[in-house]
Nanobody, 128 residues
């Protein structure tokens, strides 16, 4: 069993930066995949970035070059560094973890990630 708790969300202006954190308890950080997903009002949840236990990361095209996913195994924490934020990045951001073995961690569609655990979310709002 694992619990995931996100933090670090907030309100910033266009071009600003935020760093999200996801503290994992239990076996969350040692799972095969961890990832960040987001959901804006009226839209479906979408993948943002994922990272395999071997360190390989994947990103949705809209955030490539702006966001960086990383993890600190010693601290049992997953991070998402978000730079050059845009209003379209406004959403609730969720951390997720997958326990089952896989050679890659799909970022899209969300259903392919096969998450076993989800956090409660942290809100990111980017104003123009």
């Amino acid at each position: 069993q694992a619990q995931l708790v996100e933090s670090g969300g907030g309100s910033v202006q266009t071009g600003g930066s935020l760093r999200l954190s996801c503290a994992a308890s239990g076996d969350g950080i040692s799972t095969y995949c961890m990832g960040w997903f987001r959901q804006a009002p009226g839209k479906e949840r979408e993948g943002v970035a994922t990272i395999h236990r071997n360190g390989v990361s994947m990103y949705v095209d809209s955030v490539k070059g702006r966001f960086t996913i990383s993890k600190d195994t010693a601290k049992n924490t997953l991070y998402l560094q978000m730079n050059s934020l845009k209003p379209e990045d406004t959403a609730m951001y969720y951390c997720a973890a997958r326990r089952s073995s896989t050679i890659s961690c799909p970022v899209a569609p969300v259903t392919r990630f096969l998450a076993d655990y989800w956090g409660q979310g942290t809100q990111v709002t980017v104003s123009s």
